[in-house]
């Protein structure tokens, strides 16, 4: 049946060797210069700086970029069409590009307002995200509410596997609560290396100016549709998509209910374009019995195909 779903990374995927593999390909340098062009800054320059590379403003439209360039190379190279996609928070935007619902210069200019609007929403405010690694997500969520307080707040906002939940909120506040959550018996808790705490209830104000910019964009009929965070499900109609992906900001990403769903349809096989295998390491950690491979380096297109062929 050749059947697959594509799966698009989120801010925090990237890294400075995120271009290196395919920068020989014509089709992939032409996608970062057209990005270039738009943005009025290389992409390339945002990379090789140490600062910039991590700051959501530059990132978000990086990594955008750098998973349509991706692909729009596995396009050339694999003739068969996705069943499903599924993009893991800016993901999500990715791959309402690829599925044809949404052009990718109006994706760009999204990207580009969203991380914005991100970055002034929480202008002042020291925030952060951390990923917590052997605790429940029930057992976090209370957490949070139990440590926060009226100046500072964390709270659950990524359930990307049953043993792995991203906490956002005040850094301050986040990293003073690393021994809280280490006696309740966190087994690793990591800082990601983010500027702003996505999907925080810091950033509902986001909501409405993203509808606003999305209702007044042009949209396609989708080549295949799209699973979507807020709670992991298929949208149909345009008015759901734009009001999954104008809540998307400020709400938990449900990225184990959303594998789990997309399983439920007979899919067995994930293919992750874009920066990094974060996606698919998650993926063992949801259901071991699928089968999972990143893109990000050209080296493993071949292997990605043979995967296809064989289902």
């Known amino acids: 049946m050749n059947s697959y779903c594509v799966i698009f990374p989120g801010q925090g995927s990237q890294n400075p060797q995120m271009l290196s593999s395919y920068l020989g390909l014509q089709i ?56 499903f996609g599924a993009g893991h928070s800016l993901g999500e935007y990715s791959a309402l590009v690829a599925n044809g619902w949404m052009s990718f210069a109006d994706c760009l200019e999204l990207v580009n307002l969203r991380a914005q609007y991100m970055e002034e929403e929480t202008s002042g405010i020291n925030s952060g995200m951390a990923a917590i690694i052997g605790l429940n997500r ?117 990225w184990t209910k959303t594998i789990e769903n997309i399983s439920d349809r007979g899919i067995k096989t994930f293919i992750e374009i874009g920066p990094g295998n974060v996606l698919s390491s998650l993926n063992k950690r949801i259901n071991k019995s699928l089968n999972s491979i990143s893109i990000d380096n050209y080296a493993n297109i071949g292997d990605a195909l043979e995967l296809i062929s064989n289902e």
């Open 28 to 83: 992939f340098r032409e996608t970062i210069e057209e990005a270039s062009d738009f943005l009025g800054y290389n992409l390339c320059d945002v990379v090789d700086n140490e600062k910039k590379i991590n700051k959501t403003e530059f990132t978000q439209p990086l990594i955008l970029t750098t998973s349509i360039a991706i692909w729009r190379v596995w396009k050339e190279k694999c003739n068969f069409t996705p069943d």
């Open 138 to 254: 029930q057992e976090i969520s209370d957490l949070c509410l139990k440590l926060s307080n009226k100046k500072e707040l964390i709270e659950a906002v990524n359930f990307n596997s049953p043993q792995q939940t991203v906490i956002g909120g005040h850094l301050n506040l986040i990293e003073k609560s690393i021994p809280k959550f280490k006696d309740a018996g966190a087994k690793l808790i990591k800082i990601i290396p983010v500027s702003v705490a996505a999907h925080t209830s810091l950033l509902e104000k986001c909501n409405g100016k993203l509808y606003k910019i999305l209702k007044n964009k042009e949209f396609y009929k989708p080549n295949y549709p799209v699973f979507h965070n807020v709670d992991g499900q298929l949208k149909d109609s345009e008015s759901d998509i734009i009001d999954s992906l104008s809540a998307q900001i400020h709400n938990p990403v449900e």
